[in-house]
Every structure is written in structure tokens, then in C-alpha cells.
């Protein structure tokens, strides 16, 4: 009976409130197919890594909603060097009743000049108070495509295969990701994207990124069916030492605040 109860809210209640990870994809709305996050990148498009600094560190913590006793942090590392990357994260949100872990492990291969690709696997396990604990595992697919310097178009396939599990054979949520970036003069870049899952509304979300001095960019963005009504983010940088600030606004949940530290090495 447990494993029937937990089952049953893996497949609903955890994917109707999935957390997602990244502080600048969340100020551009929610974006995961174009943005670049170094370590980061792990929670979004695998395929980024290759265009990330050679090595880097990030770490976040942030409270969802700023629903009590709800919290979520997260830490990411990658490497790359000779068209190869790989990179590894852990993250965790919940309170005393509900606990999700994610565990996830990437890598990215450089396929020519002007085509990467990348491939993420994960642990999604899910605890609930007194019913016990239920995991699963699952793959994304993503690749980035450079036909000039200016443009980029990125797709990401979530929950592209599973593997099934004695506890829980109810397959993923898939979805399919499909975005374009343009560099523009003046240090201004567009970014979109479009969301496709079975049985939902398709989303559109929309940002830019400019960076008015040296070592400052801003970030804002916002879209069409999604949860999110604005975004805005800030990301600040120090040498070696990136700061990263994002403010969400929920259609009825409150506002959220994240914020996430980078250490990196060269590109």
C-alpha cells in the first residue's frame, strides 16, 4: 500500500511542484535551453557545458515561495578541456513532510565546429513522512547549434528515456525544448524559447541579457503560460568570483529571492 501511495505522488503532486534549479534561468523566466551557467548548466541544457569556463563551482540556496519551512539548495561542479565536459550536481528542496533529492551527472562532446551536444542523467528521489522513499532514474538530451557568431539555437529533450524501477514504473513527464539566442550590439542579447509536454498548453518565455559596465549584467523576463508572470536578475562578477541574484513572481504563490555563488577558472 505504501509503495502505491508513494508512486502515486511521485507521478502527480512532486511533478505538479518540481522545483527547477539555476539562478539565471530563473531571471530569464524560467529558460533552460540557452542559458549559460557554468556548473550550474548541469540543471539546464548538458550541451552548454563545452561554452562554460574550463572549470567552476556554483552553489545555491533559496526558499520557494517563501512558503514556511520550505527550502531548497543546490551545488554543481564541471570540467572541461578537448571538446569534452563533464559535470555532476546535488540539490534538495522540502520541508519536515516532503523531501525531494536530485542527483545529477552530465556530459557534453563538442560533434563539429558549429554543433554540441550532451546528455544528463539523474536520481530523482522523493521521501514523504511516514510512507518512505521512492526513486527513479532519467535522462535529458540537449545540443547547441552556432550557425554564425551571433545566434544560437538550443534544444533540450527532459526526461528524453527512464529507467524503470521495482517501486515505480510510471514513465516521466517529457519534454521538448526548442530556443534561440541573438547577440545584438550595445552588449544586448535576446533570448527565447518554447515548451512543449504531452497533455499541457505549450509555454513561450522571452528574456534579455545586457550589461550596461564592465563586471554588471542584468537579466528580465517573462512569457505565455507559464507559472511566472516576471523575472528579474542580476549577476555580478569579481575575478575569478561570480554573484548571482534572481527575483521571481508567481501567478499566486509569493515573490521568490535566489541567489547563487560561481568560482571559475578561465574560459
Not at 19 to 30: H, M
Not at 47 to 63: D, G, K, N, P, Q
Not at 100 to 122: I, N, S
Not at 167 to 173: F, N
Amino acid at each position: 500500500m505504501r509503495i502505491i501511495i508513494l508512486s502515486f505522488l511521485f507521478a502527480h503532486l512532486a511533478l505538479a511542484q518540481e522545483i527547477q534549479f539555476g539562478v539565471q534561468s530563473a531571471a530569464l523566466g524560467g529558460q533552460q535551453a540557452l542559458v549559460q551557467e557554468n556548473a550550474g548548466t548541469v540543471f539546464l541544457n548538458p550541451a552548454l557545458l563545452l561554452t562554460a569556463s574550463r572549470w567552476s563551482i556554483w552553489m545555491t540556496y533559496f526558499r520557494p515561495f517563501r512558503l514556511p519551512d520550505l527550502n531548497a539548495q543546490g551545488v554543481a561542479g564541471h570540467y572541461a578541456a578537448a571538446g569534452f565536459a563533464f559535470g555532476a550536481a546535488l540539490a534538495q528542496w522540502g520541508n519536515s513532510l516532503y523531501q525531494e533529492r536530485l542527483l545529477r551527472m552530465a556530459l557534453a562532446f563538442r560533434a563539429g565546429d558549429r554543433l554540441d551536444l550532451g546528455v544528463t542523467f539523474q536520481q530523482r528521489a522523493v521521501s514523504i513522512s511516514r510512507y518512505g522513499r521512492v526513486a527513479q532514474w532519467s535522462g535529458d538530451i540537449g545540443a547547441v547549434i552556432r550557425p554564425n557568431s551571433r545566434v544560437q539555437f538550443g534544444i533540450l529533450w527532459r526526461q528524453a528515456f527512464f529507467f524503470r524501477s521495482s517501486s515505480l514504473q510510471e514513465p516521466p513527464r517529457r519534454e521538448i525544448i526548442t530556443g534561440i539566442r541573438i547577440a545584438l550590439p550595445a552588449k544586448l542579447q535576446i533570448v527565447s524559447e518554447i515548451s512543449r509536454a504531452a497533455a499541457f498548453e505549450p509555454t513561450w518565455r522571452f528574456a534579455a541579457e545586457f550589461q550596461p559596465i564592465p563586471r554588471l549584467q542584468l537579466s528580465a523576463g517573462s512569457g505565455f503560460n507559464t507559472p511566472e508572470t516576471f523575472a528579474f536578475g542580476m549577476a555580478i562578477d569579481f575575478a575569478t568570483m561570480r554573484i548571482q541574484y534572481a527575483l521571481t513572481d508567481h501567478a499566486v504563490l509569493p515573490l521568490t529571492h535566489r541567489i547563487a555563488l560561481l568560482l571559475r577558472g578561465k574560459p
